[in-house]
């Protein structure tokens, strides 16, 4: 959804997480939901509960959630490990806005070479280990690398147009572009490629140069090797074709 950049992260979440809700309700899969601290907020929580979602939410911090964990911000006595110190925390939780106690999950880092701690504070509906919270909340990250890729890979950041409505067009077609690269590496791609980022199959493949030699039964096209080798560009062809559709069978026999 594209919104002016003027406004909140979260807002008009509801235009944006409803759809969504009602699309998956029925469904029999298992549905979690995990987001920034600009979700933070108690009408989304009630939403969640209500559905039935497992959440883990991340919140700013403040002077009462640190006392909190206050035992935990106090700096490890002794010469600092090489290895980085975790410590975890859990507890119960309400905010002045909030209509009643939640989970509340803090990690703190220690790392070497740094004078002062990192803190981070999750809400959560999951009862299990904390560390078990955080490692599912962190899974946002992919999310975040499958955005920045698409920033890097199809410029879809690139919105010049003079209109609010074209801007918002164009970065459809260029989601819509990243896309079908998406479905052109994951279905495509031999086992040796596949952890190609899009920006590289779009170096290596998609704008490698060639020399068309048109003849009267056949078209040659020549291909420098330096990135693609004759047999991966086979592969790749092969199995673009076998993602074509059979042709329709019409009385027991097929049409050509």
């Not at 929580?45 to 009462?64: H, M």
């Not at 070497?112 to 299990?128: A, C, D, P, Q, S």
């Not at 040796?192 to 779009?202: A, E, I």
Request: contains cysteine; glycine residues 4%; positive net charge.
């Amino acid at each position: 959804m594209l919104r002016r950049g003027n406004h909140a992260s979260a807002k008009f979440w509801r235009r944006v997480l409803l759809p969504v809700v009602a699309r998956y309700r029925h469904l029999n899969i298992r549905k979690l939901f995990r987001g920034d601290a600009a979700f933070a907020r108690p009408a989304l929580y009630r939403l969640l509960e209500t559905e039935g979602y497992p959440y883990a939410i991340r919140i700013p911090a403040n002077d009462v959630l640190e006392r909190e964990i206050a035992h935990l911000l106090n700096r490890p006595v002794g010469r600092p490990p090489k290895k980085l110190i975790v410590l975890y925390a859990g507890f119960l939780y309400r905010a002045a806005s909030w209509d009643e106690y939640c989970r509340v999950v803090a990690k703190v880092e220690w790392h070497r070479g740094e004078l002062y701690r990192r803190v981070g504070f999750i809400v959560t509906n999951i009862w299990k280990a904390p560390e078990h919270v955080v490692r599912f909340y962190n899974g946002r990250g992919t999310a975040e690398q499958w955005i920045k890729e698409g920033k890097n890979a199809v410029k879809w950041t690139k919105l010049s147009c003079r209109t609010f409505k074209d801007n918002q067009t164009r970065l459809q077609l260029f989601a819509l572009a990243c896309n079908l690269a998406n479905f052109l590496r994951r279905l495509a791609l031999p086992r040796d490629v596949k952890h190609w980022s899009l920006t590289t199959l779009r170096e290596k493949l998609v704008k490698i140069g060639a020399k068309v030699t048109r003849h009267s039964k056949y078209v040659t096209f020549q291909l420098a090797e330096v990135a693609v080798t004759r047999n991966l560009f086979a592969a790749i062809l092969d199995r673009i074709e076998r993602l074509a559709l059979p042709p329709p069978v019409v009385a027991g026999r097929m049409l050509a």
